[in-house]
């Protein structure tokens, strides 16, 4: 009888479960590793924040899915020469207080972010342009320093803010209490815990797919994954590799994968600490398996990589070959460079594998460093990271993307002296990227990146490992294409019919 009334138990339970999922929802639930650090576009660009206010800003361009860059807010643009570039700007676009979006909006958020007092950690991707003017409500001219081949692929992340509001509430204000002219307007932000949205009614492409949208900050990967099985969370992001065939196999949810711009890198401070020395930073690239990185920690969901870049951006090279996986070699120069049992402090945070940065800690201890993990939450690791060499760290992971699918947006910041990432400097390098950003030659662009990837291999200021391929876990009535730059657009979504 209670084997009977198990079962009877049972199949209720689950046919309550499968009505829940084939219920249409008016509230979209994402689950994502950390909270955002800012809710301000031209501050912090983590891909939790970016997530998040996404969704309330709309960007001057934007990506289709196929990665070609297309209209948003602006609706076209002509080249007047090779620093002059003018945007038509569409006139039927409210923020969501009711005022009207027009050019000066436009050049303000420009203006802004380039303004070196704001300090925006996205300066480098945006510190080539000069000016951006209004020329009339629906017109806008932006002039470059010199040419920039890269100019749309940054501008396609760049978030219109509007000039009124951040200067009536200030800077601070306004990152506790955003408003732009996207699908989705602030509702409540509980820092550390989750993020709020409800549709904006007038939104110009119409009515956004979801009443309610709720990002919520789960940093243990197990608890999402129940989240999504139980129907609790509809989308998470950031699914470990080893979880995904579990997903695949859940009838009420579904994998959804594609192969990104984001690259998996290591950075090696080369300004202080035992990894000044070229000798050991050269070891560690020895040290590193990232064939058996990706085999073992991602099971086939990536590809090892050369260089700090993967395949869909601009200046990608196949001609730079990598470090071959050899620990003898490795040892030999961490001994040469008298660094045996050399403190290696090792920066991280919830939002990378644990298990993937302890095996490369184990790849290091193994050829003759000691290295020390040090987790914080994901503010905490930017801070450091960016901040002065002495307190960056020796190592630390990454996984880069600048959405722009372009290596000016990824080895320009990352290493480029100067840069608030960069813990190295070598001058040759320096006129290579600058040059590289400043010629509308395609050709030649791509020459000067693969000689700018050759030092870096011989430097070693930072190590590419893999391409990621970008893993979200989704209710199976969730309709959604991810796309490569990994821009996780609500109004994108919608329920399967």
């Not at 990837?453 to 199976?476: C, F, N, S």
């Amino acid at each position: 009888m209670r084997t009977r009334l198990a079962s009877i138990a049972a199949v209720v339970i689950t046919l309550m479960t499968s009505a829940a999922f084939a219920q249409p929802k008016n509230t979209l639930t994402i689950d994502l590793p950390n909270d955002a650090a800012t809710l301000d576009p031209h501050l912090q660009w983590n891909t939790d924040s970016y997530t998040v206010y996404r969704n309330i800003f709309d960007n001057l361009l934007t990506r289709d899915v196929s990665g070609k860059i297309i209209p948003q807010i602006a609706t076209e643009w002509d080249y007047e020469n090779d620093t002059t570039i003018t945007f038509r700007i569409r006139d039927d676009v409210t923020f969501q207080d009711g005022s009207k979006l027009t050019a000066e909006d436009v050049a303000f958020s420009i203006n802004r972010i380039i303004d070196p007092t704001l300090k925006s950690p996205q300066l480098s991707q945006f510190d080539q342009i000069d000016t951006a003017e209004a020329v009339d409500p629906t017109t806008v001219k932006v002039t470059t320093k010199s040419a920039y081949p890269a100019l749309l692929a940054q501008l396609v992340k760049l978030s219109i803010v509007p000039k009124a509001y951040v200067e009536k509430v200030g800077d601070q204000e306004f990152n506790l209490k955003p408003m732009g002219s996207g699908p989705y307007k602030l509702a409540e932000w509980k820092k550390g815990v989750e993020t709020s949205l409800e549709a904006y009614d007038n939104y110009w492409r119409g009515r956004p797919p979801f009443e309610n949208v709720v990002f919520r900050a789960v940093p243990d990967v197990s608890t999402r994954i129940a989240d999504l099985k139980t129907g609790k969370a509809d989308l998470v992001r950031d699914l470990p590799p080893d979880q995904a065939s579990s997903i695949e196999n859940d009838p009420n949810t579904q994998l959804l994968s594609v192969p990104t711009e984001r690259v998996g890198y290591l950075y090696l401070n080369a300004e202080a600490g035992p990894t000044k020395d070229i000798r050991v930073r050269q070891a560690i690239a020895y040290a590193i398996d990232k064939q058996g990185l990706v085999d073992a920690l991602l099971e086939g969901h990536g590809a090892p990589v050369n260089i700090v870049g993967a395949k869909p951006i601009f200046g990608f090279t196949e001609e730079v070959k990598g470090y071959p996986y050899d620990p003898e070699k490795a040892a030999e120069l961490i001994k040469e460079a008298g660094a045996e049992g050399a403190a290696v402090e090792f920066l991280t945070s919830p939002s990378y594998s644990r298990a993937l940065v302890e095996a490369i800690q184990q790849m290091l201890n193994e050829v003759g460093l000691n290295v020390e993990i040090s987790s914080s939450d994901q503010a905490t690791f930017l801070k450091r990271r960016q901040g002065d060499a002495e307190n960056a760290g020796s190592l630390a992971f990454g996984a880069w993307s600048c959405a722009c699918q372009d290596a000016d947006g990824i080895i320009y910041p990352l290493f480029r002296s100067g840069s608030i990432w960069a813990k190295y400097k070598n001058k040759k390098y320096d006129v290579l990227v600058d040059e590289a950003r400043s010629i509308l030659d395609d050709e030649k662009r791509k020459q000067l990146y693969a000689q700018a990837y050759e030092i870096l291999r011989e430097d070693v200021p930072g190590l590419g490992l893999y391409q990621v391929y970008a893993l979200y876990g989704a209710a199976k009535n969730l309709k959604w294409e991810p796309s490569a730059n990994e821009a996780m657009f609500v109004m994108d979504m919608s329920w399967q019919q």
